[in-house]
């Protein structure tokens, strides 16, 4: 007895907070409840209509199937519904006429009837453009069947075929009755929710990726959930996941609510829903650089902290300001604003170009010379990078507070070292050793690198290990030079991205009509 | 009537290329038609059940409710139904005796209960976890509404109850029988094709972004379709992208195959379909690295074209045998053959490790030494670049013949050439002019770059008309640099990556039990 109070005690709390999170749900519910109390009411309290609450189950039926979760799905469901029944109606009558004329026929015509007509059904419904139309289909298939039998049984096909109609419709009256007039509960406004939502998801994993990448934390091993792509909790993660995988979600919303009413904001005949999923799918062709920039993260090839320190403020300028953008049309998506006349790409553009004269100016960072077949560079040059200007790096992180949770504090990173800014050659070079003339005094120890569970050279050491161990190691440092490039090549894509966004919202502003921006963000 | 003839003829020849694509749909709309014909004869022929057939309509919504494509969706089905039915037929007939106490209130007791429970069954109907289970609340409802309304008109609770039981039972069983006994279609079996499927698709794209980045190919104008993320026809697309969006499909068959009995090939109770999913999920990670590689080839910032040449024939190496080993995978799949003692990544790590060996001598090509901070590099060293050796090339491209029809042919792009093979400085340098020592002469014109509709420059113009043209060329042509950087280095990570799909095959391998490859592949 104990073991079951406490399942019950443990299912009640979870259906509490499962209202608290969405308290559509509860009233839902209750409008359900509602729906069908008032149904069997009206069937077996009406003395007058007793004759036809003999076919009460229909009412009944058309109730429970028709009352879906928002208005567009129920609409949509009420019309199947309504087309199927007539339709097959109609055609029943018409062969019961038939099959009334084929005399002592009469029994096999109407059984190759119900065949022929299942067989016809069925194989439009799996037509892949009828597939809104499934369930008219399924109503079809048993309405006509319904009515050839228990015409035959009772000789009564019209009366048959009329009580039907009239019960589905009192039933469709009432689910669309309560469901509308009640607290509806919009597709559309889901369907704009949603997209708003992957707004900040996206921007919260980008400023994420960045922030970690820069930070050089590591993944200690890597939830499986992400190497085969299952839901996880990683922040990261799951913010990018969940707008890539709303595709479906999207299109489903997008079913339902082309069926809605103009209501509430979105006052509109003929609403361009159609522009939400679309705007929705540009972000989405955003979130996968976000996904491949999570990816240089997940790797186990990884540059040394070292030289991600030297692009951190560009990197996380462009990290930040493109998190800015995302952020800013979802809050303009949230509040049906259109763009406006200022330039939203202006700061990310800026700060994409100061990423890339930083990498004019220090792209040998990314690359070993080691190897070169046309010689080492200059070995003078290459001690440049040991200049450490801490103080001046500090100052300039406190200008990027972070936009969401997901961004760790930059400035918490023991080894938070830069060589910004072009300084005289040897100024400073005395004092440490070079790092990169030196591959076996890498920053991360070698031997963490292959920590992680996937780890392709795991494979190849067996036919390896002819060659000298440095040789291979320093294969991999220079792999690991080249994730940065990746890194920071992969951020400008996303920037290049952006535009497209951009058009696609501005589409979406126009056609939906969206205010003008009330308030001018800046003063110029 | 020409135009109504014109729509007939057009209907009915998709219909019968549907029909010829996939001949099971053909035979499902038979066997529904059958599954009709029969209950309807059961129905309205036999005397003796004069009585049970007028609740007829029970066994005809059954079948039609039950009857689904696969066997696995029709069996969950059906026990939802069954489920819900019995467990609503005894809350009904407990509820109609206590009901029956309560005297004069008897109807406010029905009415209240009706609504009680139509909260309750909807409120539970939408926790996350009892999606699966949708339909059996929905018949849970029907039922007991159904049961307490002609229950309370007719005085014959038990009646009702027991002949609504018996003919939907009598549904179940003809439906299920017809849908199992002739010709069934499995769900597993589907899935099983499923992911076989995305295998090949994944290779496909992988070797087309490969050979297309190669030859140097741009979309003239990338399809829109691309940049919102919606399904397209383009090839090097279709393949990863309908890999990456078939999450929701698998499931969906995933959650029929596990009601499937043990059949055909899947000889074992309890089949570890979970794998299958979790495979292709691995594929999926995989999937999102050639995603990358084809946004390098949407990318507007593109690498000239000699450049892409010295690291040609490795590049194309490790793109072709990345997809060997995936469609080797797809094929073992298929065959529910397990990988065997050969190490099936070998060659393509080889290949990596060739390119990496490359790219440790010639990574001076990914970068622009023009706005070094340390000073520009020493002239003789760029001339290098110039040597040509076609010959040596053109022999070796025949070694990789294509997988598929993605792939173009490499030799037939005019400016095929390679600077490969270290050769003693100076030999050629006086012909041809060093490309990257003069930014005005691009292979690829500067217009036609920024040809493209995304075009992230454009923005940016209006603030840098103070800056000398030179300057802003060269940004661009640094960044194209990097854009090479990028797909080689993603092209290593796609690598990487294989080492966790074939660890997740081995797992599907091990529980599936498949058998162990017939024939070696290769005399050792």
């Given at each position: 007895?104990?073991?079951?109070?406490?399942?019950?005690?443990?299912?009640?709390?979870?259906?509490?907070k499962m209202g608290q999170s969405d308290?559509?749900?509860?009233?839902?519910?209750?409008?359900?409840?509602?729906?069908?109390?008032?149904?069997?009411?009206?069937?077996?309290?009406?003395?007058?209509?007793?004759?036809?609450?003999?076919?009460?189950?229909?009412?009944?039926?058309?109730?429970?199937?028709?009352?879906?979760?928002?208005?567009?799905?129920?609409?949509?469901?009420?019309?199947?519904?309504?087309?199927?029944?007539?339709?097959?109606?109609?055609?029943?009558?018409?062969?019961?006429?038939?099959?009334?004329?084929?005399?002592?026929?009469?029994?096999?015509?109407?059984?190759?009837?119900?065949?022929?007509?299942?067989?016809?059904?069925?194989?439009?419904?799996?037509?892949?453009?009828?597939?809104?139309?499934?369930?008219?289909?399924?109503?079809?298939?048993?309405?006509?069947?319904?009515?050839?039998?228990?015409?035959?049984?009772?000789?009564?096909?019209?009366?048959?075929?009329?009580?039907?109609?009239?019960?589905?419709?009192?039933?469709?009256?009432?689910?669309?009755?309560?469901?509308?007039?009640?607290?509806?509960?919009?597709?559309?406004?889901?369907?704009?929710?949603?997209?708003?939502?992957?707004?900040?998801?996206?921007?919260?994993?980008?400023?994420?990726?960045?922030?970690?990448?820069?930070?050089?934390?590591?993944?200690?091993?890597?939830?499986?959930?992400?190497?085969?792509?299952?839901?996880?909790?990683?922040?990261?993660?799951?913010?990018?996941?969940?707008?890539?995988?709303?595709?479906?979600?999207?299109?489903?919303?997008?079913?339902?609510?082309?069926?809605?009413?103009?209501?509430?904001?979105?006052?509109?005949?003929?609403?361009?829903?159609?522009?939400?999923?679309?705007?929705?799918?540009?972000?989405?062709?955003?979130?996968?650089?976000?996904?491949?920039?999570?990816?240089?993260?997940?790797?186990?090839?990884?540059?040394?902290?070292?030289?991600?320190?030297?692009?951190?403020?560009?990197?996380?300028?462009?990290?930040?300001?493109?998190?800015?953008?995302?952020?800013?049309?979802?809050?303009?998506?949230?509040?049906?604003?259109?763009?406006?006349?200022?330039?939203?790409?202006?700061?990310?553009?800026?700060?994409?170009?100061?990423?890339?004269?930083?990498?004019?100016?220090?792209?040998?960072?990314?690359?070993?010379?080691?190897?070169?077949?046309?010689?080492?560079?200059?070995?003078?040059?290459a001690e440049i990078q040991d200049l450490?200007?801490?103080?001046?790096?500090?100052?300039?992180?406190?200008?990027?507070?972070?936009?969401?949770?997901?961004?760790?504090?930059?400035?918490?990173?023991?080894?938070?070292?830069?060589?910004?800014?072009?300084?005289?050659?040897?100024?400073?070079?005395?004092?440490?050793?070079?790092?990169?003339?030196?591959?076996?005094?890498?920053?991360?120890?070698?031997?963490?690198?292959?920590?992680?569970?996937?780890?392709?050279?795991?494979?190849?050491?067996?036919?390896?290990?002819?060659?000298?161990?440095?040789?291979?190691?320093?294969?991999?440092?220079?792999?690991?030079?080249?994730?940065?490039?990746?890194?920071?090549?992969?951020?400008?894509?996303?920037?290049?991205?952006?535009?497209?966004?951009?058009?696609?919202?501005?589409?979406?502003?126009?056609?939906?009509?969206?205010?003008?921006?009330?308030?001018?963000?800046?003063?110029?």
């Amino acid at each position: 007895v104990a073991g079951w109070c406490r399942t019950v005690q443990g299912v009640s709390r979870r259906a509490i907070k499962m209202g608290q999170s969405d308290p559509r749900k509860i009233v839902f519910s209750a409008k359900m409840g509602l729906a069908l109390m008032l149904i069997s009411l009206l069937i077996f309290l009406k003395e007058p209509f007793k004759q036809l609450s003999r076919y009460s189950v229909w009412a009944i039926l058309t109730v429970v199937v028709v009352f879906e979760f928002s208005i567009g799905a129920t609409l949509s469901k009420g019309f199947n519904r309504g087309l199927g029944t007539l339709s097959a109606g109609g055609l029943a009558l018409g062969m019961a006429e038939l099959s009334g004329l084929a005399g002592e026929w009469e029994e096999a015509v109407i059984v190759a009837s119900i065949f022929i007509i299942g067989f016809i059904a069925t194989y439009a419904k799996l037509y892949p453009t009828m597939k809104p139309y499934e369930y008219g289909f399924r109503v079809f298939l048993l309405t006509y069947c319904f009515i050839m039998v228990s015409g035959y049984r009772t000789r009564e096909f019209v009366h048959t075929a009329v009580s039907r109609f009239l019960l589905i419709a009192l039933g469709a009256g009432v689910g669309l009755g309560v469901n509308i007039l009640i607290y509806p509960i919009w597709a559309g406004e889901d369907l704009h929710k949603l997209v708003a939502k992957n707004f900040m998801g996206v921007a919260k994993s980008l400023e994420g990726c960045v922030s970690t990448y820069l930070n050089c934390i590591e993944y200690e091993r890597i939830p499986s959930k992400i190497l085969t792509y299952q839901a996880s909790d990683d922040p990261l993660y799951s913010g990018y996941r969940s707008a890539v995988e709303s595709t479906s979600q999207e299109d489903a919303l997008m079913g339902f609510a082309i069926w809605e009413p103009p209501h509430g904001r979105y006052k509109m005949l003929r609403y361009p829903w159609k522009n939400y999923v679309k705007v929705s799918g540009a972000l989405r062709h955003c979130a996968f650089t976000v996904m491949a920039l999570h990816g240089c993260v997940l790797s186990e090839i990884q540059a040394p902290a070292e030289r991600r320190q030297v692009f951190s403020r560009e990197l996380q300028r462009v990290g930040y300001e493109g998190a800015k953008v995302l952020c800013e049309l979802g809050n303009k998506l949230k509040k049906m604003e259109k763009i406006g006349p200022i330039d939203i790409l202006n700061e990310v553009h800026e700060a994409a170009e100061e990423l890339q004269k930083k990498i004019d100016q220090k792209s040998y960072l990314l690359v070993n010379s080691e190897s070169w077949e046309i010689g080492n560079r200059p070995k003078e040059l290459a001690e440049i990078q040991d200049l450490l200007d801490l103080d001046d790096e500090e100052n300039k992180f406190h200008e990027y507070k972070s936009l969401s949770e997901a961004v760790l504090d930059l400035r918490s990173f023991p080894g938070s070292q830069s060589w910004d800014d072009p300084v005289p050659a040897k100024s400073a070079s005395l004092n440490t050793s070079p790092p990169d003339s030196n591959p076996s005094n890498l920053p991360v120890p070698p031997g963490k690198m292959f920590m992680k569970q996937i780890s392709w050279p795991a494979g190849m050491t067996f036919k390896a290990h002819a060659e000298p161990q440095v040789e291979e190691s320093n294969t991999y440092q220079n792999a690991s030079q080249l994730s940065l490039a990746t890194f920071t090549s992969l951020l400008i894509e996303f920037v290049a991205r952006l535009q497209n966004l951009v058009d696609s919202f501005e589409e979406l502003g126009e056609t939906a009509l969206f205010k003008e921006p009330v308030d001018l963000p800046e003063p110029l």
